[in-house]
């Protein structure tokens, strides 16, 4: 059975990965004073973040409409593909999964819609687990339990420099609320189940790194890791450095940095540093 990967763009997958298995890739939107920018298209990373501090109304993100997800189930089909995997940011933080069961109910029993629980490469490893696992010749069972698989053992946490984008987005008020509403702090947060829930409010960003420090070495040896920020990739570097001195031994080999996409980014702002990461299977 040929099988097909759809996910959105907030999946942060490198463009390297999507083309060497063959990834769809449906971009969010992006709304900028009143004009539309496709995710990743039509607006760099680098210049959304340069500016987002002074435009004069804060941006605000949209999912991708039910023509997109058509069009590229049609596409893959067209293809020659026999069942699609459609895989997507988490439920409880956008509307795209409910966008994509909707496109995929013109295609009765030939697309299996998911959400990941996550977001950033915590959706992106999900599915490059299923690229890998349909790579090596498994069908749409070995494709699932894969993803199954390394949604179980996934990690993901945050450091935001400034809790001021959370606000404004309104995307994530209860994490405002837990804080008090601070703007000084530095709050360290993970993401599980759609969920966002406070670990710690330090008071620097180099407590703040610390405690991620600690967080991720606290899983014990990693199978994946990604060092996620949005346009802070000296930060990003030196976290990423101190992580290979101290610990080196429990990291893959691969580790990727990555510049989180803008309609993640548009939420918690720039200078943030995040990471993903699988822990290593039992067994």
Not at 131 to 144: R, V
């Given at each position: ?144 339990a894969a993803i199954r ?39 360290v947060v993970e993401l ?92």
């Amino acid at each position: 059975m040929k099988l097909g990967l759809v996910t959105d763009s907030p999946s942060d997958l490198p463009a390297a990965t999507v083309e060497q298995y063959g990834i769809e890739v449906v971009p969010s939107i992006l709304v900028i004073e009143g004009r539309p920018y496709l995710d990743g298209k039509d607006i760099t990373r680098e210049e959304f973040y340069t500016s987002l501090p002074s435009f004069k109304t804060h941006p605000t993100t949209a999912t991708p409409s039910l023509g997109d997800f058509q069009v590229c189930y049609r596409k893959l089909f067209e293809g020659n593909c026999e069942h699609i995997i459609s895989l997507h940011t988490a439920e409880k933080l956008t509307s795209t999964v409910n966008i994509a069961r909707q496109a995929a109910a013109d295609f009765p029993g030939r697309i299996t819609v998911l959400e990941s629980g996550s977001l950033s490469l915590g959706l992106g490893f999900q599915v490059l687990a299923a690229a890998e696992a349909i790579d090596e010749g498994g069908g749409l069972e070995e494709a699932l339990a894969a993803i199954r698989s390394t949604r179980e053992r996934l990690r993901v946490y945050a450091a935001l420099d400034t809790l001021e984008y959370v606000r404004r987005s309104g995307r994530v008020p209860g994490l405002v609320a837990a804080l008090g509403g601070i703007l000084r702090i530095k709050p360290v947060v993970e993401l599980a189940g759609g969920q966002v829930r406070p670990l710690g409010a330090p008071r620097t960003n180099r407590q703040a790194a610390e405690k991620l420090r600690e967080l991720l070495t606290g899983l014990g040896p990693l199978e994946r890791l990604a060092i996620l920020h949005t346009n802070a990739p000296a930060r990003a570097k030196e976290f990423l450095n101190t992580l290979m001195g101290e610990h080196r031994k429990s990291l893959p080999r691969d580790i990727l940095i990555s510049n989180v996409t803008s309609v993640i980014g548009a939420h918690l702002g720039p200078n943030g540093l995040g990471v993903a990461a699988v822990k290593v299977g039992e067994g």
